[in-house]
């Protein structure tokens, strides 16, 4: 081996590397600041957990099972790698083994680690060659990149397995009075033979192959796997910043870096009136304003298209694609690399909605976190579509018409259809609901919200709660008219400071009744009030009302006995399920009643598909597409064949019903879950 020829390929694979890291480096470090500091051994763990123990791959099962073998294999033989480099400056070839020598224990396995994960990682790259190549998926970015990377990781492991076939044939030939056969015992071999090693059996089988070779064609062979693999490695390094395979070295901290925070809760827009005096942007309106996490998501992406394929936007036919929307932001930032980095001329203040993003896809995104559930390296996309869409409401005046209605409606009337809000407890007329003015000592205030205090469909499931509250003997009460929008569809649509209005006015009001439980039928108000109002100065024990129904009915206080014989198939609410993890307490109430049968459709829990409400949807029309996104979600339900809808969401009940409009099945009912129990319990 040529020691000046190691020396001058490290320098300069490392050297231009080093140059190459050392510019995405600086390019991060436009964004702005984010703490993610905070709670380290939690980080350490989730770390060991997504990152090394690959826990979110295998919900794609064989790519995700590829990857892992690449992954894992690229881990064993990265010692292997070092091993070579060190051999290029001594004339051992079998420098190295002064730990993992041939024939210790420890020698004896990592050579059979070694053997395996080649085979292992060849099996890797064959599977997604048949997927890119073959298969042609479309959530997958079809490119020559792709196909150039998974050939310079197929030869490599050719390499290794020549490099060792030629080397144990040569080894044998130098000792023909014993045998060198990686890892087998010191015993007599006729001249040049080689036998089988079951430590090392791939590079075994290659000697075997070789061992008809002359003794300079081995050397060819043996220099060839050597400077292949040792070159190629570097090659690859070089090629990462430039490639979407950059997340092999950005995957690790991304996910070290996640939000830590309740996935639930946006970050607020801080002093907004100050911000608004000394002209600072509100929200996000050029690259350089993401934070640095945001810049190192874009650097992560692996273009894997789980995010896209989970989409509700995507699927159903629009603009938006969250991978296509976090890649062109991602060129848009490498593009101008050379301008964010000059030491001259400030860079032109581009904002990235018009010229990089179009406004259709900001406003396409119902803010379900599929994207976000999927993706294996933790990227998040709803923050980043808050901000833009932050941006372009509170300083720009640009957003769909239709809101403009919503946002009167919540800023005037304490709701987005701007309903008297003398009328917000009609809903529960004939009926013994308190309220906590009268009955201040309640000990859970009722959160109703305004679709259940307001929408035609939603007031049905506010009285049957009711009726089971009371029979339950559960001591509660409700604003009433006191009672405003907790603010979620204004934040979802960028109108930070509609939000902190109604946030601030509803804070006080429960402080005034010194509230500490609250009971919730609406996910998205359970969302607000448990994760955003802490952040204003309104902490409280937030309960939404699956969980309170399943506890009432373990305790016995509810007590299903009526029988309700019907298919039942339950869809899970974005905002109670991806967002706070609760599946199984609306199951467990569906389960309770005597007679129903409760199914599951394909696409349900972590991975149950949008009703196209979340967002601010459900108060703009929807983006064009192929399909409305509420009437996919439905078809997949109905295709369980059910005799009923069941949900525990009033927007998702609204979406789905209108679903089964369009699709005339009358005899499909759309109910809560709090219906169905109210059903079982009634005398």
Same mark, same amino acid.
């Given at each position: 081996m040529s020691p000046i020829v190691m020396t001058l390929l490290l320098l300069t694979g490392f050297g231009v590397f080093g140059w190459s890291a050392s510019r995405r480096w600086k390019l991060l470090r436009i964004g702005a600041a984010a703490m993610r500091r905070d709670r380290l051994r939690e980080r350490i763990w989730l770390t060991l957990r997504f990152a090394f123990g690959q826990q979110r791959m295998p919900r794609y099962r064989w790519a995700g099972i590829a990857h892992i073998l690449i992954f894992f294999g690229f881990l064993v033989l990265l010692l292997r790698t070092l091993i070579l480099w060190a051999r290029g400056f001594v004339d051992d070839p079998h420098f190295g083994y002064w730990v993992f020598d041939a024939g210790t224990p420890l020698g004896n396995l990592y050579a059979l680690l070694k053997d395996i994960f080649v085979v292992l990682v060849m099996v890797g790259v064959v599977i997604f060659f048949y997927y890119r190549v073959i298969k042609r998926l479309s959530r997958l970015t079809l490119s020559g990149e792709g196909l150039l990377i998974l050939g310079i990781i197929f030869t490599m492991m050719i390499a290794d397995v020549v490099y060792d076939g030629a080397s144990i044939n040569l080894a044998a030939r130098a000792r023909p009075w014993a045998t060198y056969v990686a890892g087998a015992e010191h015993r007599l071999l006729a001249p040049g033979e080689v036998r089988y090693d079951g430590w090392e059996p791939a590079a075994s089988m290659a000697a075997i192959m070789f061992a008809g070779l002359s003794s300079p064609s081995l050397r060819v062979l043996e220099h060839a796997g050597f400077w292949t693999h040792s070159g190629l490695v570097l090659l690859f390094l070089n090629l990462l910043p430039y490639s979407k395979h950059f997340h092999v070295i950005t995957a690790i901290p991304n996910?070290?870096?996640?939000?830590? %925070?309740?996935?639930? +809760?946006?970050?607020?827009?801080?002093?907004?009136?100050?911000?608004?005096?000394?002209?600072? %942007?509100?929200?996000?309106?050029?690259?350089?304003?993401?934070?640095?996490?945001?810049?190192?998501?874009?650097?992560?992406? %692996? &273009?894997?298209?789980?995010?896209?394929?989970?989409?509700?936007?995507?699927? %159903?036919?629009?603009?938006?694609?969250?991978?296509?929307?976090? !890649?062109?932001?991602?060129?848009? !930032?490498?593009?101008?690399?050379?301008?964010?980095?000059?030491?001259?001329?400030?860079?032109?203040?581009?904002?990235?909605?018009?010229?990089?993003?179009?406004?259709?896809?900001?406003?396409?995104?119902?803010?379900?976190?599929?994207?976000?559930?999927?993706?294996?390296?933790?990227?998040?996309?709803?923050?980043?579509?808050?901000?833009?869409?932050?941006?372009?409401?509170?300083?720009?005046?640009?957003?769909?018409?239709?809101?403009?209605?919503?946002?009167?409606?919540? &800023?005037?009337?304490?709701?987005?259809?701007?309903?008297?809000?003398?009328? +917000?407890?009609?809903?529960? &007329?004939?009926?013994?609901?308190?309220?906590?003015?009268?009955?201040?000592?309640?000990?859970? !205030?009722?959160?109703?919200?305004?679709?259940?205090?307001?929408?035609?469909?939603?007031?049905?499931?506010? +009285?049957?709660?009711?009726?089971?509250?009371?029979?339950?003997?559960?001591?509660?009460?409700?604003?009433?008219?006191?009672?405003?929008?907790?603010?979620?569809?204004?934040?979802?649509?960028?109108?930070?400071?509609?939000?902190?209005? !109604?946030?601030?006015?509803?804070?006080?009001?429960?402080?005034?009744? +010194?509230?500490?439980?609250?009971?919730?039928?609406?996910?998205?108000?359970?969302?607000?009030?448990?994760?955003?109002y802490p952040d204003f100065g309104g902490c409280y024990t937030v309960i939404h009302h699956g969980d309170f129904l399943a506890r009432l009915i373990r305790e016995g206080r509810l007590r299903p006995k009526n029988r309700v014989d019907s298919r039942v198939v339950f869809h899970d609410s974005c905002y109670l399920g991806r967002y706070n993890g609760i599946y199984e307490a609306p199951r467990d109430v569906l389960a309770a009643v005597p007679g129903l049968r409760l199914v599951e459709a394909q696409a349900s829990r972590d991975r149950g598909m949008c009703c196209g409400a979340g967002g601010a949807q459900m108060f703009k029309e929807e983006e064009k597409g192929e399909k409305r996104v509420n009437l996919l979600r439905t078809e997949q339900l109905l295709a369980t064949e059910p005799q009923a809808v069941a949900s525990a969401c009033p927007f998702c009940l609204r979406m789905l019903a209108d679903g089964l409009g369009m699709k005339d099945r009358d005899d499909v009912r759309p109910l809560d879950i709090a219906e169905v129990l109210w059903q079982a319990v009634t005398d």
């Open positions: 996910v070290f870096f996640q939000d830590l %925070t309740p996935p639930g +809760r946006l970050e607020p827009i801080t002093d907004l009136e100050g911000k608004v005096e000394r002209e600072e %942007t509100l929200g996000i309106a050029r690259i350089e304003q993401f934070s640095w996490k945001g810049l190192l998501d874009m650097y992560t992406c %692996t &273009e894997c298209g789980r995010c896209s394929d989970n989409c509700p936007a995507t699927r %159903t036919g629009k603009r938006l694609s969250p991978k296509h929307f976090l !890649l062109d932001l991602r060129n848009h !930032l490498l593009s101008r690399q050379a301008e964010f980095l000059g030491k001259n001329d400030a860079p032109a203040k581009i904002e990235v909605v018009g010229a990089v993003v179009q406004p259709e896809v900001v406003w396409a995104c119902t803010s379900c976190r599929a994207c976000e559930q999927e993706c294996p390296v933790f990227i998040t996309y709803v923050d980043k579509f808050v901000d833009l869409r932050r941006h372009l409401v509170q300083e720009k005046g640009e957003f769909p018409n239709d809101l403009q209605v919503a946002f009167r409606g919540l &800023e005037n009337a304490g709701n987005p259809w701007g309903l008297p809000r003398e009328d +917000r407890l009609a809903w529960a &007329e004939g009926l013994d609901v308190p309220l906590i003015a009268d009955k201040p000592d309640a000990e859970y !205030l009722w959160w109703v919200g305004c679709a259940p205090a307001y929408d035609d469909r939603a007031r049905k499931v506010s +009285r049957a709660f009711a009726q089971l509250l009371n029979h339950a003997g559960v001591s509660y009460a409700v604003l009433g008219p006191k009672e405003t929008c907790n603010g979620d569809p204004a934040r979802r649509a960028g109108n930070e400071f509609l939000f902190q209005m !109604l946030a601030q006015a509803n804070i006080a009001t429960l402080n005034g009744y +010194r509230v500490k439980k609250i009971i919730t039928v609406c996910p998205h108000c359970y969302n607000t009030l448990k994760h955003e």
